[in-house]
């Protein structure tokens, strides 16, 4: 037998003496623990790291002044950084925690050898290091979201192909039977984001494409990376939790099948609008549209599915700190797809295309949907693999509402200053600066809205830095423990157990 | 689902669909566009950028200036591209075929430069402009690339690319005695902008009356 076989075999838990179904998810959970602690402490360690560099973004923005003398620092630096770090810092190894841990459970493999998880993590996270190190030192590379310098590409491409092997080796080796939908989500997600990253990377930095094609490429990968990588992650995380922590099934399987599909068929094609008016053959920036505009079905798919599984269950969803993360993230889902439908029309796209309208719906879709949902799988997870319980319910409420209220703040402001900068933008009469103190001019309407923003960020921060403190004490600290008591809950609940 | 087959294939060729349908179609249709001379006997254009406007590029990358300012004119009644003076004619795929990294840009916080280089065509003003965007365009959010300049002691005689930054910016005068003068790399970055003209006409994209 070839060593990889044997490798295969020995992992390969069949034929073990059945268990219990509880027994063989803590037996899961007691396997995952290491791994999954690690992925989510680095998580938080680039959220906060994420949260400053985008403080000082934020802050430059509106004063630019601020900072201005470091190099290193200095706005599209600062922001570069800022995206890597929560996108391949924050996002990406949350999904590692939360969407593997998902997948044993409902695999119900056993996971030997999860050091080499752990190995893999360790250099994917020193791959994001030194990326985010090149971005400031002057290797930014000014292509959206591949911005870390090329060189670091193969480290992660290596690291994640050999975490994202265990998700495959997880489903190979399953108990036998149905395959739940948060299966194929993370399933399919795992094959499209390697595949995603290495064509964009190869197209456009490696062997660059001719002209435009880049953009293009570009486009595919960048909207991609959201609606096929962090977007299945986070239905998968609230088509797993919710009917767990309610205890009552999803209301339609048929409509998780549909919503499935179409998602993966439209979603594909969708990244074009964000270069709807540039320099590309017409045909293909309306393909992007009518894709932009097809999600409408998966997305309504989806409310309808998790809106009525959740109904009648409203106490639960707001004590429940799980709950009350994921009900946010699955409301939010909704609304800031149609806005990105809308948001494709031409006559939308006219004005809020090159504004920070776009910026706002960024944060809409990948904070209020992808990064609240993932708040809520990981209040959801740690307890399971501790054996404690969140030591602190008043630090879980101030994370809600500091990161609710943000990001409320953050979307509403940059959308309607998106949108008056982009009505100023199509009027030519209305300058960017102008030496007249009193003249109408972009950046004056456009300012407040920017420290709007910021204000949005402190509370971000304060919210994160909740949440860390939470985590932290919860790993080490010795009164964490908690067992009689029962979960942290946000309220109480009569009869029921979340 | 226990279709197991179909989900794997479903989920290699949904991707694989939009990557043929987007990029491998386009690659087809106009991957090998090549320059072209408007009237025979002119020269085809676009023409390379070459030299230290090439390397300015490289710096215009790395200060991630793309982040704030787009290079790509949308045709006339499309937005207020043309009416802003942003290009006589829209930009087409053919424009971009020489450049190895295609800055097209998503964002206009400040204007796009597609044509900075016919809109300003004096380096002095980039030169102020960089150094501190208030100097030329009060109310600015761009941010001072200061740190592209040094100060240095007057030797014989002023340098002759000497910052002249007017006397109302007190706080921005260098020391009696010293000068303010563009880094090299700030001669490139200003070479490169210089370079942004689209001053040409292409069979597939005329200059809009």
Redesign the interface.
């Known amino acids: 037998m070839s060593p990889l076989l044997s490798f295969f075999s020995k992992i390969d838990p069949q034929g073990e003496t059945t268990v219990s179904p509880k027994v063989a998810l803590s037996e899961v959970d007691q396997q995952m623990r290491l791994p999954a602690i690690m992925f989510i402490t680095c998580a938080i360690l680039w959220l906060l790291v994420g949260t400053l560099f985008a403080i000082i973004a934020s802050f ?3 004063t ?2 601020f900072l ?4 290193f620092l ?4 600062a ?2 950084a800022h995206l890597n770090a929560m996108a391949y810092g924050w996002s990406n190894n949350a999904i590692f925690g939360v969407g593997l841990w998902i997948m044993a459970r409902l695999c119900k493999a056993k996971i030997r050898y999860s050091g080499m998880l752990i190995l893999a993590g360790i250099f994917w996270n020193l791959a994001v290091v030194i990326g985010i190190l090149g971005i400031l030192t ?7 979201w591949l911005e870390m310098p090329p060189q670091v590409a193969p480290l992660l491409a290596f690291s994640y192909v050999l975490i994202g092997m265990w998700g495959i080796l997880m489903f190979r080796f399953r108990e036998r039977g ?2 739940y ?1 948060s299966q ?1 989500y993370i ?2 997600a795992l ?2 984001f390697p ?2 990253y290495v ?1 964009a990377q190869t ?2 930095l490696f062997e ?10 570009n486009w ?1 990968f960048a909207h ?1 990376v959201l609606g ?1 990588w962090m977007t299945p992650m986070g239905l998968a995380t609230i088509y797993y939790l919710m009917p767990k922590v309610l205890g009552r099934p999803i209301y339609s399987y048929y409509l998780s ?1 549909l919503g499935f ?1 179409s998602l ?2 439209f979603y ?2 969708a ?2 609008h ?2 709807i ?5 017409v045909w ?1 920036i309306s ?1 992007g549209i009518v894709a932009s505009v097809m999600m409408v079905i998966p997305v309504v798919v989806t409310a309808i599915n998790h809106h009525m599984t959740a109904v009648g269950n409203a106490r639960a969803c707001w004590c429940s700190p799980t709950m009350r993360f994921i009900v946010f993230g699955a409301m939010s889902y909704t609304l800031a797809s149609f806005f990105g439908s809308w948001m494709a029309l ?1 006559d939308v796209n ?1 004005v809020t ?4 309208f ?2 706002g719906h960024a944060h809409h879709g990948v904070y209020a949907f992808f990064a609240m949902t993932m708040f809520g799988g990981i209040y959801f997870m740690m307890p399971r693999l501790l054996a404690r319980e969140w030591p602190s319910a008043k630090l879980i409420k101030v994370h809600f509402w500091c990161s609710g209220l943000g990001i409320g703040i953050m979307v509403v402001g940059l959308q309607l200053g998106g949108w008056i900068q982009g009505l100023n ?4 009469d209305i300058p ?4 007249d ?1 009193e003249a109408l ?1 972009i ?2 309407a ?2 407040p809205w ?1 420290f709007s923003r910021s204000v949005s960020g402190i509370l971000l921060t304060i919210g994160h830095f909740a949440f860390f403190v939470n985590f932290a004490w919860m790993l080490i600290g010795p009164r964490a423990v908690r067992y009689k008591e029962g979960p942290t809950l946000l309220g109480k609940i009569e009869g029921k157990g979340a | ?2 279709n ?1 087959p179909l ?1 794997f294939f ?3 060729f ?2 694989a ?3 043929s ?3 491998l ?3 087809i ?5 090549k320059p072209i001379a408007l009237n025979e006997g002119e020269t085809p254009m676009p023409i390379a950028r070459v030299g230290v406007a090439q390397q300015g590029k490289e710096i ?9 300012h ?1 290079q ?1 004119v ?2 006339k009644g ?3 591209d043309w ?2 003076g942003w290009g006589d004619r ?8 020489l ?6 840009g ?6 796009d430069l597609m044509t900075i280089g016919q809109r300003q065509p004096s380096a002095d003003w980039h030169h102020l402009h960089l150094y501190n ?1 208030q100097i030329t ?11 592209l300049y040094k100060t240095q002691k007057i030797g014989d005689a002023p340098s002759p690319n000497a910052l002249n930054i007017p006397d109302t910016f007190a706080d921005e005068q260098p020391p009696e005695g010293y000068e303010i003068v563009p880094t090299e790399r700030a001669e490139q970055l200003v070479e490169y902008l210089l370079s942004l003209k689209l001053d040409y006409e292409l069979p597939e994209s005329r200059f809009a009356q």
Not at chain 1, 138 to 143: I, Y
């Open positions: 430059k923005l509106h630019p002044d201005a003398n470091w190099e200095t706005f599209g630096r922001r570069s002057g290797g930014l590379t000014s292509v959206e149905h395959v939908v194929w399933l399919g094959f499209w595949w995603l064509v197209m456009i660059p494409a001719r002209g435009t094609i880049q953009a293009l490429t595919w991609n096929l099948l599909w993966a068929l594909n094609w990244g074009v964000h270069l008016g540039g320099p590309i053959p293909l393909c031409r006219v295309h090159f504004t920070q776009t910026v933008l199509n009027n030519a960017f600066t102008s030496s103190p001019t950046m004056k456009l300012v920017l | 689902m226990k197991l989900l479903g989920i290699f949904m991707l669909f939009s990557w349908g987007l990029i179609s386009s690659v249709q106009f991957g090998d566009l215009y990358i790395n200060q991630g200036c793309l982040y704030c787009s790509q949308r045709r499309f937005g207020a009416e802003r829209q930009t087409v795929p053919r424009d971009y075929i450049q190895e990294r295609v800055l097209l998503t964002s206009r916080t400040g204007p965007p365009s009060p109310g600015s959010i761009m941010p001072p690339f200061r740190y």
